[in-house]
């Protein structure tokens, strides 16, 4: 079955760039969305199509794939990004999601 | 607005069932598929299967076939998870989400937008 691959933990400054990867077999030939959970409180999307940010979601906010790698970024960050983020796929060999097993940002 | 309100947290004894509920609104109803993802505590998101809304059609993980049953009720535009001979591992937050991206048989590339609130349910020996 298909693995996604994230580190397990970022850590960034405010203010600065945080990006965290996720890994997996020619996932450039597929749609990442990625994934904001904060603590005791339900997933929200926040890039959608590799790159795509959902209505109300802010800029600083972007993804990139390519390759074996997706990317979100996260530009300026702030105390409130803190947070588990989780890349998804769609496996059509299997017909069903796979998410990776996420990143925690950790705003310094 | 496009919500998705769940059910409250229940406490099960092992070996029970439990029935989630998950109530969709603001949206047409039947022109998009649920799904169901556990996570339980301190771990990472697991999948338990989607449901058709366009033909009532489930399809679950094998980790969870012959132990769930994924039900709609359209007039009340309510989507409900039953998982049955609970065990302590079924300790876990329970979420609904919207499929955006599917069509009645299947779903290439979709994603879940938006999401329920969570029932956490609490399986005791």
């Known amino acids: 079955s298909y693995v996604l691959t994230q580190p397990p933990s970022v850590s960034v400054a405010p203010g600065q760039t945080a990006r965290t990867t996720c890994g997996g077999d020619n996932i450039g030939r597929k749609s990442v969305h990625w994934y904001q959970q904060k603590p005791g409180q339900a997933p929200v999307l926040v890039v959608y199509d590799d790159r795509d940010r959902p209505s109300g979601i802010s800029e600083r906010f972007s993804g990139s794939n390519s390759g074996n790698t997706a990317t979100l970024t996260i530009s300026r960050v702030e105390a409130g990004d803190e947070a588990d983020y989780y890349c998804?796929?769609?496996?059509?060999?299997?017909?069903?999601?796979?998410f990776g097993g996420g990143t925690k940002l950790t705003v310094l | 607005q496009v919500r998705l309100v769940q059910s409250g947290a229940e406490v099960k004894k092992s070996g029970a069932s439990v029935k989630i509920s998950c109530k969709a609104s603001?949206?047409?109803?039947?022109?998009?598929?649920i799904t169901w993802v556990r996570q339980a505590p301190g771990q990472g998101l697991e999948w338990m299967g989607w449901?058709?809304?366009?033909?009532?059609?489930?399809h679950y993980a094998q980790k969870f076939q012959g132990r769930v049953t994924m039900t709609t009720d359209t007039p009340t535009t309510s989507v409900y998870l039953e998982l049955r001979s609970l065990r302590s591992d079924d300790t876990a937050v329970y979420y609904c989400?919207?499929?955006?991206?599917?069509?009645?048989?299947?779903?290439?590339?979709?994603?879940?937008?938006?999401w329920g609130q969570g029932t956490l349910v609490t399986v005791s020996s």
């Open positions: 989400a919207r499929l955006v991206r599917c069509s009645s048989t299947a779903c290439p590339g979709a994603r879940f937008d938006p």
């Open positions: 998804q796929v769609w496996d059509t060999s299997s017909d069903h999601p796979v």
């Open positions: 449901l058709s809304l366009y033909n009532s059609h489930p």
């Open positions: 603001g949206y047409n109803f039947n022109t998009y598929a």
